[in-house]
């Protein structure tokens, strides 16, 4: 195994922004699913699967302090449940950052033709050369990265409040004319499950813990800053349609808050709007790229794939990995149909139900076998968090197999059956070639494999 040169370069607001900017996609555009779930009361469903996932975030961060290597909730998984069970969190872990990529596409598609119309072969071309530019990027010190991503991420919140604020506050809003509950009941609680999608990316500070050069017992402030922001803007800009909209307006449109800024004659809000709106499809990619890079570096390091992927070029970053993660974006923004975007959100959730209920089940176990590691970071109420964190993730899991069809099941099913081979060659070549495919668990025992 090679040496591990992960630098340690990100502070604390950047933990927070490169989090956060995983979560908040181009939300002028996604809102459009947020009201077919739930109308203006999405805002309500995104307050409380905000508080059911903010004791997952509590339990990430004392895992994260516990053992703050990448990889993050593999090893963590492994230590509790062995390497087997590990490199299946693993396989869904990356699932989740491989099915936002073609979401780059999406949303940029949206936004552009707030300016002109483009083809679909135009955007996929677009979106190609951002991500090929972006592979680039990554290959940069994590810095560079770091303060790129916080400079875009600040940006856009305050763009994204100040619109809020701007369309809550003008004439036209009405608080009389929104319709909170179209889909009633069923609506909202079906959307506390299937938003989950839009917090995924809370989970970007675990693979990034070993690169932080703060205390580790302040993750946790990593954690709730980011999960506060992302539900901040996505509650306002709710809000701030709703007043101004109606449903059947929302449903019918493109792109929402660019349009609602025109309607209040505010043209050079709308501009700004989309110009920040694709900038943060780029701070969006780069958190799930980092992600799934530090997840293959992290696996390779446990001799779960290839270890090929811990090599690191001269600025500590992991280059092999890096160029798969390139290579996957761009296959799934050129080729992934457009139903696609119809599955993501449903074999989301399933996904991270999956991985968030694994981590929870870890959390559970490994305090009762290794009390004795050290947790710079320690969950208050720990079985508590662990009981709302099992049934919530439960229910995500429910809700979202149930919304799944027949095109979703498939995609699934083959995802899942296409992680055999790569278990069955790391099962062989543990055999033929035990001295650098022997099964290998992080931890603290071995202090993250640096023994």
């Not at 077919?36 to 307050?47: H, Y």
């Amino acid at each position: 195994m090679s040496g591990n040169g992960l630098r340690k370069e990100l502070k604390l607001s950047n933990m927070i922004s490169m989090a956060a900017g995983g979560m908040i996609a181009a939300w002028m555009v996604e809102i459009k699913l947020w009201f077919e779930l739930s109308g203006p009361g999405s805002v309500f469903s995104f307050i409380t699967c905000a508080l059911l996932i903010l004791p997952l975030c509590l339990i990430y961060s004392e895992m994260t302090s516990m053992m703050p290597y990448a990889g993050g909730q593999n090893i963590w998984v492994s230590n509790a449940f062995g390497w087997n069970t590990g490199f299946a969190s693993c396989w869904f872990i990356m699932l989740l950052y491989i099915m936002a990529m073609p979401t780059v596409a999406y949303g940029i598609a949206s936004m552009i033709s707030y300016f002109y119309p483009a083809t679909a072969l135009q955007i996929k071309i677009l979106a190609s050369i951002i991500i090929i530019i972006w592979f680039f990027l990554t290959n940069q010190e994590l810095k560079i990265i770091a303060k790129l991503q916080s400079v875009l991420f600040w940006s856009t919140l305050a763009v994204s409040l100040i619109a809020s604020f701007i369309f809550i506050t003008n004439k036209n809003w009405n608080f009389e004319s929104i319709n909170w509950f179209p889909n009633g009941v069923t609506g909202y609680s079906a959307a506390v499950g299937l938003l989950i999608m839009k917090f995924v990316g809370f989970d970007l500070v675990p693979q990034l813990a070993e690169e932080s050069n703060f205390p580790k017992k302040h993750l946790w402030k990593a954690f709730v800053g980011s999960l506060g922001c992302t539900t901040l803007i996505y509650c306002m800009a709710i809000i701030g349609v709703s007043g101004i909209v109606s449903n059947e307006w929302v449903a019918e449109t493109d792109i929402v808050d660019p349009r609602v800024a025109d309607i209040i004659g505010m043209h050079w809000l709308g501009l700004i709007i989309v110009i920040m709106g694709i900038l943060t499809c780029l701070t969006t990619l780069s958190s799930f790229w980092l992600s799934a890079s530090r997840i293959l570096y992290g696996a390779a390091q446990q001799h779960q794939l290839t270890q090929k992927f811990t090599k690191l070029n001269k600025n500590g970053q992991p280059v092999t990995a890096n160029l798969i993660v390139g290579i996957l974006a761009v296959y799934f923004t050129v080729f992934a149909p457009d139903a696609w975007i119809n599955y993501i959100y449903t074999i989301y959730g399933v996904a991270a139900g999956i991985v968030y209920l694994m981590v929870v089940l870890s959390f559970l176990k490994l305090r009762k076998i290794h009390p004795e590691w050290s947790r710079p970071y320690k969950a208050k109420a720990g079985l508590a968090m662990g009981i709302i964190g099992m049934l919530f993730t439960l229910y995500v899991i429910y809700v979202s197999t149930t919304a799944m069809d027949t095109g979703a099941w498939v995609v699934l099913v083959l995802y899942i059956a296409f992680a055999l081979p790569f278990w069955a060659y790391a099962k062989s070549k543990q055999k033929s070639d035990p001295e650098n495919w022997t099964p290998i668990v992080l931890s603290p025992d071995n202090n993250g494999g640096k023994n």
